[in-house]
């Protein structure tokens, strides 16, 4: 009989790949002496056992290898049930094994799987319930370790310091075995070029000036940004200048008042079968999000050098707090993404004034930059008056249902002081122009409408 071997080995990091591959080719090979021999392999690396077998590139290819006519196999072979499935997932692929006559053999059955016999049924639900409650025992022993370890010993667990720290030595691994190994602990400690910026920055905010007046004196200042000091780190980021959410990131991390802080985000895998990632629905990527503060894990002791008081860092977050508005209520903007600049083709933003929604487009300037000379002057437009113009470019609409026809009809609304007008897709136009009673209204300035580029949204307008 001829066999394909499968294996799999988690990560090429922590991990070797080499003699991870050889234990379970050798098992493999011990199973089926005198009834065959391996003539292909397929092995995975750096792939997660939980990922289903169409994730996994050479998991993959041998399920497509298996619907050749031409294969050179008539059976598959694994070292272990864990390296090469999770959960019930042989059970799922074993229709397909039997409906091209694949055999599948696994040490832990002592020879080829038959789901005809319920003692090999009761095993691979055994075999894929541990595997399942492995991942999850694993996660958890993980998570409480890391805990414990910020928690009690302040340990630095890896990542990017923070803006104005770097990573120095901290003494021998308390664990003997990695101790022996060389493996050292790292902690934190004031860089001699950043950390002056990061007390100026707080300064400044304890003085009372707002996050976008620090980050626009930075920038005149010529202070690197964050990212741009750090490229290696940072190579995801484009490092160009200092912004409102730089500072407010800043003023926002306890870890400058010397304490451990871990667990400020955590990873949602989406996974409807915890533990399961392939339960996760297709194209769903896992994402980040911050967590709570009372989930956060705090050092019992300082665990390096502060550069802010605790007493400075709590006052700097009073300041930073947001005073909800008078009347309690919350603002709603109802044309937000419909509203364009006619002079720069932006999206204009939402801006609450005088009791009112209004947008606003400042051309690409923002509050962390000073102004640009000689720019155009802001544009400021009401949402009721913008409403009330696209209605009536409407036809008979009731207000309320404008926002809803706009979105369903992909029409944008083009402003500048004097105009509003309804920039009509071209799969909605005719050679004479727009169909419909959506028709151009421009009192005093002319706006020609054109189709939008696909691409970025801030081009798709013309200029003026």
């Not at 009761?122 to 414990?148: D, K």
């Not at 005149?220 to 160009?240: E, F, M, Q, W």
Request: with cysteine; proline share 6%; glycine share 8%.
């Amino acid at each position: 009989m001829r066999f394909a071997f499968y294996g799999r080995i988690s990560t090429a990091v922590y991990q070797d790949p080499v003699s991870s591959r050889q234990w379970q080719f050798d098992n493999a090979a011990r199973l089926i002496a005198g009834h065959g021999c391996i003539v292909a392999e397929f092995f995975d690396v750096g792939q997660s056992r939980s990922l289903g077998s169409a994730h996994r590139p050479q998991a993959a290819a041998l399920l497509a290898a298996i619907a050749d006519p031409r294969r050179r196999f008539d059976a598959i072979v694994v070292g272990e049930y864990e390296r090469a499935f999770f959960g019930r997932q042989l059970m799922r692929l074993m229709p397909l094994f039997e409906r091209y006559g694949i055999a599948v053999w696994l040490p832990e059955a002592d020879g080829p799987i038959n789901l005809k016999d319920p003692a090999h049924q009761a095993l691979l639900l055994l075999l894929g319930h541990q595997s399942q409650r492995e991942v999850l025992r694993s996660r958890f022993r993980t998570s409480a370790a890391m805990c414990a370890q910020v928690r009690e010993q302040g340990r630095h667990l890896g990542g990017r310091p923070p803006y104005g720290y770097r990573l120095v030595d901290a003494g021998p691994h308390p664990s003997q075995a990695n101790a022996r190994w060389g493996r050292r602990l790292r902690r934190l400690d004031p860089d001699p070029e950043t950390a002056r910026h990061v007390r100026w920055i707080f300064a400044q905010r304890l003085a009372g000036h707002s996050t976008a007046g620090i980050a626009r004196t930075l920038n005149a200042l010529g202070v690197v940004a964050p990212s741009a000091y750090d490229r290696a780190r940072n190579s995801h980021r484009t490092g160009a200048a200092w912004t409102l959410r730089t500072v407010a990131a800043i003023l926002a991390n306890p870890r400058y008042t010397g304490r451990q802080v871990w667990n400020r985000q955590s990873v949602d895998h989406h996974e409807t079968d915890p533990g399961n990632k392939s339960s996760r629905a297709a194209g769903r990527r896992p994402t980040h999000g911050w967590n709570a503060k009372d989930q956060w894990v705090i050092s019992a002791k300082i665990a390096h050098p502060p550069l802010i008081s605790e007493a400075d860092f709590v006052r700097a977050q009073q300041i930073t707090a947001i005073a909800r508005p008078d009347d309690g209520n919350l603002r709603r903007y109802r044309l937000t993404g419909l509203v364009v600049c006619g002079l720069c083709g932006r999206r204009a933003e939402g801006h609450w004034a005088h009791g009112r929604a209004r947008y606003r487009c400042r051309h690409g300037s923002t509050s962390s930059r000073d102004v640009i000379q000689d720019r155009f002057p802001a544009l400021y437009v009401r949402e009721d008056h913008v409403l009330a113009r696209a209605g009536e470019q409407l036809g008979e609409i009731d207000l309320e249902d404008v926002a809803g026809r706009l979105r369903a009809l992909g029409v944008a609304i083009v402003c500048t002081a004097v105009s509003v007008v309804l920039d009509v897709p071209a799969a909605k136009k005719t050679a004479s122009g727009p169909t419909g009673p959506i028709q151009p209204a421009i009192p005093g300035l002319e706006v020609p409408l054109r189709r939008r580029k696909r691409g970025n949204p801030h081009q798709s307008h013309p200029q003026t």
